[in-house]
């Protein structure tokens, strides 16, 4: 599991939606510490008895992070370093910086029988690194927070516009594009754009943004890679990723 940030009664209520049971999860992954990602990770680690994985300071800031009340007991606290691979079960999970403006932050490739997960999200720029990790992937989960007109005519304050613009802020629709159009290869098969704005974006806005830049660079959604948008307060399903 990556991230815990919604609470334990309504994971476990999709838990049981979707048939899948708690001893079926073996693990948590933190990208960040802002409490959106890691609000019911404590709780959940508690109660399942799963360690929780992530850098020394994602650990620490989890531990401050006043929103998190029921902090990750010692014994379950994992530290990964960025770039340094580890078995997990079945998996091969590697982290990479991410720039945000939190304690620290990762993306994670996730690696199973020879098929790459990558997930990108609370990504204020592109970096080199990062684009390596996009033309590794067959499925690709990755942040469009923002439609950048939106943002700059939209009510939030000059501080926070900049803040959610900035390199260690957010990931607009078009820089989306731009990252996926730039490097995605023949082996990409899936994509879902994640983390939209609920005040900043739309989905259908989002999709037409990304779709436009793909097609300006020659790449067809759909048929070079399938593009879906996730759901900001609701599951999206399974998919079967092989």
């Not at 994509?191 to 300006?216: D, G």
Request: charged share 25%.
């Amino acid at each position: 599991m990556i991230d815990a940030g919604i609470g334990t009664r309504l994971l476990k209520k999709f838990f049981n939606e979707y048939g899948i049971s708690n001893d079926s999860i073996k693990s948590i992954l933190l990208t960040h510490d802002h409490a959106d990602h890691v609000k019911s990770v404590g709780s959940l680690s508690y109660e399942l008895g799963l360690p929780v994985y992530s850098t020394k300071k994602v650990h620490q800031g989890v531990r401050d992070n006043y929103c998190v009340r029921h902090k990750v007991e010692m014994s379950h606290v994992r530290y990964i370093e960025k770039n340094r691979t580890i078995v997990i079960g079945d998996f091969e999970v590697t982290p990479f910086h991410v720039p945000h403006d939190s304690s620290d932050n990762v993306g994670f490739m996730v690696t199973h029988e020879g098929v790459n997960f990558c997930l990108i999200t609370d990504v204020g720029m592109i970096t080199n690194e990062i684009k390596s990790f996009i033309q590794k992937a067959n499925y690709l989960v990755i942040e469009a927070n923002y439609d950048e007109e939106m943002l700059q005519g939209g009510t939030y304050p000059h501080h926070l516009k900049v803040r959610i613009s900035s390199e260690n802020g957010h990931l607009s629709n078009r820089d989306c594009g731009l990252a996926l159009a730039e490097n995605a290869t023949p082996q990409l098969r899936h994509v879902w754009l994640c983390h939209l704005s609920e005040e900043n974006n739309h989905p259908e806005l989002a999709r037409i943004t990304v779709e436009q830049v793909l097609r300006q660079h020659g790449i067809i959604p759909g048929k070079d890679f399938k593009l879906e948008i996730l759901k900001r307060k609701s599951p999206t399903g399974f998919y079967e990723l092989r």
